[in-house]
């Protein structure tokens, strides 16, 4: 045993000593680098043999040596100066988190306080927290029921014990609804000038054809459009003409920074009161579940709070193929007098209903991410429109289901050209090479319900093609450096030229165009 100790005392001391080494070696150079005396010992050796230009020489030779010396001792000075902020800087870290852990501490006493106050005032009435005070007068009982009037114009009354009260009430005005068929005549074309000249002879709105057959064209292959552009320009009152002229107002929720998450859209259930706190968006969309007219809903300046924070859930299900998956959870249980179209806590989410937020682009907003933008249409608007004299037009009611049906004949009659297709994936053969940037199926498919419904509205097919692909395609370039892609630009530009002609694509070129300014 004792021949294996030494073996192995021998063996580590092969490792040790090479450590020993570097570190000795590395003090003793250190130590060579600020030897002084050995320095004067060498001046001294040369002096007697050097003359006046020697001299000079050596001078110059110790002021470099003295200033290198110097130069190193600062830099030691400034890594150990740096090194013990940067300790320092992680104490006060520690100790603020530690703080704010403290803090938290006490919120949650004080919270729990409160809710224990506020027991102790509801026993003191006789009740426990999860009744509902109710005093036994005329007057009183006129304060606890929600009275509202059906579409017959009786009086309908809602239980002050149930969590839904409007969910439940519009159940009471809807008791005996049958739906509406409009017989609706109209096609796309004719819609995009019915409207136009609706918001321009009742409301004062100007907007160009173009537009309108944007914005018309927009509702056919996505539930979720986006109008963007600057301050004034006209964004809100475009969604705000559309719900008067199919006489359904939109419901206008304006977003506030502190919006994080789905509760912002459909309420939260209160533990304490025992009642589902409900938002005019949920009432909307419950009302909407009825019948079968166009619904709009309006997030107003909806990037003011991360998007996909609050909306996250509605994106997903609405990618749902399947619109019997469009469900939503709002509770985890059922209680006998919830709403009849809540089932088991669950809401479904109704196909008649379109989501328009607009979107202002400053340093108060938050970006919008690619999850968003690839599930919505974006509409430019940058330019007030031109006041018009137009044909006197009043508002409609539409059948969501003959707009889709109009919407679905559009695919069939205009679906896009095997040439036009044939140019795209040039295209995105073309920017993959030369840009890294690629689209999937779901884009394929906007673009084909965007274009048809395009076309049917009066447009040509190149220039709804253009307008796709410059706000859902070549948006994505705005994440790619800049100036490492300045120089493909032009070759881009030349390609479009090439593949779709001069004259077509402007949209694409204006945008890359623009994106080259910003170098």
Known sequence: MSK???????????????????????????AEIFNIPKYID??????????????????????????????IILIFY???????????????QEGMLAEIAVLNKKVGDLVKEKEEILAMKVSQMGLKPDESAVIDTPEAKDETETDEENEDGEETVVDDSVRFTKLCTIDLMFQNYKLQNYNNTFKLDELVELFRNFAASKLHLYYTTEMIRLFISSLACTRLVILQGISGTGKTSLAYAWGKFIKNDAIIASVQPSWRDRTELFGYFNEFTKKFNETEILKKMYEAGYNDDVYVAVLDEMNIARVEYYFAEMLSILEMPSRDEWIV??????????????????????????????????????????????????????????????????????????????????KNKYPISEEMHQKVEEMDNYVIKHFRIAFGNRIVKQMGDFVSAYVACGGQ???????????????????????????????????LDEEFGKEHFNECKDYLLRLKKLV
């Open 4 to 30: 294996f100790i030494n073996f192995l005392y021998e063996f580590m001391s092969v490792f040790f000593d090479g450590i020993k080494s570097i570190f000795m070696g590395f003090v003793n150079g250190f």
């Open 42 to 71: 060498v001046v001294l050796f040369y002096k007697s043999e050097f003359g006046i230009g020697e001299w000079i020489l050596a001078i110059i030779a110790i002021a470099f040596m003295i200033a290198l010396l110097g130069l």
């Open 78 to 92: 400034l890594i150990i100066r740096k090194y013990i902020r940067f300790r320092k800087t992680l104490v006060e």
């Open 329 to 410: 959870e709002l509770v985890s249980s059922s209680w006998p007098n919830d709403p009849k179209k809540l089932i088991d806590g669950k809401l479904k989410i109704p196909g008649n209903m379109w989501y328009i937020g607009t979107i202002n682009n400053d340093d108060s907003t938050f970006a919008v991410t690619d999850k968003v933008y690839d599930r919505a249409m974006p509409i430019d608007i940058n330019d007030k429109g031109q006041p018009f004299e137009p044909i006197d037009t009043e508002a409609m009611h539409i059948n969501s289901s003959y707009l889709e049906s109009l919407y679905e004949e559009a």
């Open 461 to 495: 097919e190149v220039d709804g093609v253009d307008y796709f692909i410059a706000r859902k395609i070549l948006r994505k370039f705005e994440q790619l450096n800049l100036a490492y892609i300045r120089d493909e630009i032009d070759g881009f530009i030349k390609f």
